[in-house]
C-alpha cells in the first residue's frame, strides 16, 4: 500500500489489468503507453476511485520520453517503489519474412525500452534503497518458437539483461525479476481478445496478479522468475 508504481504498456492488455489491480492493493499508478489510449486507463482508474492515477503517453523506446515520465512521476508523487516494464510488441513471421525495419522495432521496444525505463528509475530507487523492478517476459525465453525468432531473441535479451541487473543492484536493495507468461488472450500482434480458441488460454488478470504478488512481497523475500503458462498449452509450442 501507498506504493508509487509505474506501469508501461498498459493502454490495453495485461499492462491495464495490472494497473487495475496495483491500484485496488493501494498503489498510485503512473500508466504508460505509446498511443492516445493511455488517457482511457487513467480515465478508468478514475472512474472506478482512484484519483491519482495518470497517464503519459510516450515512446519506451525513446530516452527522452522515458526521461520525462520519470520526471512526472517524481514530480507527482516524490517517489518509485515499483516499475513494470510490460510494453512489448511481437512480429510473428519467418526470418526470411522479417524486414529488417521489423526486427529493430521490436527491439526498440522490447530491448531498449526495458533498459531505459530500468536505468531511468535506478537513480531513484537507489536513493530510497529500496525498490522492485519487474519485466514482463516470456515463456519463449526458455525455448524457441519457428516464426517469432525476432520476439525470442528480444525475451531472451531481456532476461539477460534482468538477472544482470539484478546482481548489480542487490546491494542497493533494487529487487529485479521477470515474469515470463505462456499464451495469454491478449491484443498481442494484432490479435483480438476473447476470441472462442483463445478460451484455454491465460487471461490477463492471471499474469496481473502475479505482478502484484511479486511486487508486494515482503523485503526479505526475492522472486527472481515467475514462469505461468495455460494448463492447456502443448511444450514446444
Ligand atoms: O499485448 P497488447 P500484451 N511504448 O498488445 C503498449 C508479453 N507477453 O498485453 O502503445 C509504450 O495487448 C501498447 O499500448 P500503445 C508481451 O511481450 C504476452 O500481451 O498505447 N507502450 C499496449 O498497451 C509484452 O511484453 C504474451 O498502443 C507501448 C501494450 O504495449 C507484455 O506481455 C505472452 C509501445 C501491449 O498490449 C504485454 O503484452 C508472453 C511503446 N513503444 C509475453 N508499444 C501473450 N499475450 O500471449 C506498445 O509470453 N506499447
Redesign the pocket.
Given at each position: 500500500t501507498d506504493q508509487i508504481a509505474i506501469v508501461?504498456?498498459?493502454?490495453?492488455?495485461?499492462?491495464?489489468e495490472t494497473a487495475i489491480q496495483l491500484a485496488k492493493e493501494g498503489a498510485k499508478l503512473v500508466v504508460?503507453?505509446?498511443?492516445?489510449?493511455?488517457f482511457k486507463t487513467a480515465d478508468h482508474l478514475k472512474e472506478i476511485g482512484y484519483p491519482d492515477a495518470f497517464a503519459v503517453?510516450?515512446?519506451?523506446?525513446s530516452e527522452e520520453e522515458v526521461n520525462r515520465v520519470i520526471e512526472e512521476a517524481k514530480n507527482a508523487f516524490g517517489k518509485i517503489d515499483i516499475l513494470v516494464n510490460?510494453?512489448?510488441?511481437?512480429f510473428f513471421k519467418s526470418v526470411e519474412d522479417t524486414s529488417a525495419d521489423e526486427w529493430k522495432k521490436v527491439f526498440?521496444?522490447?530491448v531498449q525500452?526495458v533498459f531505459l525505463c530500468a536505468k531511468a528509475v535506478l537513480p531513484t530507487m537507489k536513493d530510497q534503497k529500496f525498490g522492485t523492478i519487474i519485466t514482463?517476459?516470456?515463456?519463449?525465453a526458455r525455448y524457441t518458437i519457428p516464426n517469432g525468432a525476432a520476439?525470442t531473441a528480444t525475451?531472451y535479451a531481456v532476461q539477460g539483461f534482468s538477472g544482470a541487473l539484478a546482481q548489480e543492484v542487490r546491494e542497493h536493495g533494487i529487487r529485479v525479476g521477470t515474469i515470463?507468461?505462456?499464451?495469454?488472450?491478449?491484443?498481442?500482434?494484432g490479435s483480438q481478445?476473447g476470441l472462442p480458441e483463445k478460451q484455454d488460454?491465460?487471461k490477463?488478470q492471471d499474469?496481473a496478479k502475479a505482478v502484484v504478488y511479486m511486487a508486494s512481497a515482503p523485503k526479505h523475500m526475492m522472486i527472481d522468475e515467475m514462469i505461468i503458462h495455460p494448463f492447456a498449452q502443448d511444450y514446444p509450442i
Open positions: 508501461t504498456g498498459a493502454s490495453r492488455g495485461i499492462g491495464r504508460v503507453g505509446s498511443s492516445k489510449e493511455i503517453q510516450a515512446d519506451v523506446s510490460n510494453a512489448g510488441i511481437g526498440d521496444v522490447n525500452g514482463i517476459s516470456s515463456d519463449v520476439y525475451k515470463n507468461p505462456g499464451m495469454v488472450d491478449t491484443y498481442l500482434a481478445q488460454w491465460l490477463v499474469i
